[in-house]
């Protein structure tokens, strides 16, 4: 395999990875909306709240995304295992 292609399947990779990320923050997102926020801070629909809300969805998204990216490299090692 040359360069070109090795330079060509890491950006294929980096690309995979931000999707899925961005993919795991919307559906962090959808889900924080269900959450009853209210029940936990002094004004829910202050501008703060909405940001936290954001940031909380962010730091979910990024992890569940993280370790589906881990999942699919750690997977993608083990022929060497094999080999």
């Known amino acids: 395999m040359d360069v070109a ?17 961005l ?13 009853r926020v209210d029940l936990f801070l002094a004004e ?15 730091i979910i998204g990024h992890g569940v995304g993280r370790f589906f990216i881990d999942y699919y490299i750690w997977t993608s090692q083990l022929r060497f295992f094999f080999s």
């Open 23 to 35: 993919f795991f923050i919307a559906i962090s997102w959808w889900l924080l909306q269900g959450f």
């Open 5 to 21: 292609n090795h330079l060509t399947g890491i950006g294929i990779q980096g690309l995979f990875s931000i999707l899925l990320t």
């Open 44 to 58: 829910p629909s202050s501008k703060k709240s909405k940001l936290l809300i954001l940031f909380l969805a962010i």
